[in-house]
């Protein structure tokens, strides 16, 4: 009858993935000095539903938004996915 799809390796870490740069995110927020994920969205002219789903790492983030996200806040992607990315635990 039907075949049992068994997920790849890669999908099995996108929730993961999703979560630790909905991290890294708040991370630089609060670290712009914004304790608010609503205020902060105000202030770069974000969608702030939306942009509450991406720091809770519940949202697909496609990577031409976050790197609009980054443009408004003038950070790298380079910055992004530094060592303290790499040392986010989930």
């Not at 790298?76 to 986010?88: K, T, V």
Request: proline residues 1%; glycine residues 6%.
């Amino acid at each position: 009858m039907g075949k049992t799809v068994e997920k790849k390796e890669s999908d099995k870490l996108l929730p993961k993935d999703l979560k630790k740069i909905g991290l890294r995110l708040r991370i630089i927020r609060k670290s712009l000095g914004y304790g608010n994920s609503d205020k902060f969205a105000h202030a770069y002219d974000l969608d702030r539903a939306q942009y509450g789903k991406y720091e809770s790492g519940t949202q697909d983030l496609r990577i031409s938004s976050l790197i609009k996200i980054l443009e408004k806040i003038d950070y790298q992607l380079s910055d992004f996915f530094n060592d303290e990315y790499n040392n986010i635990n989930v």
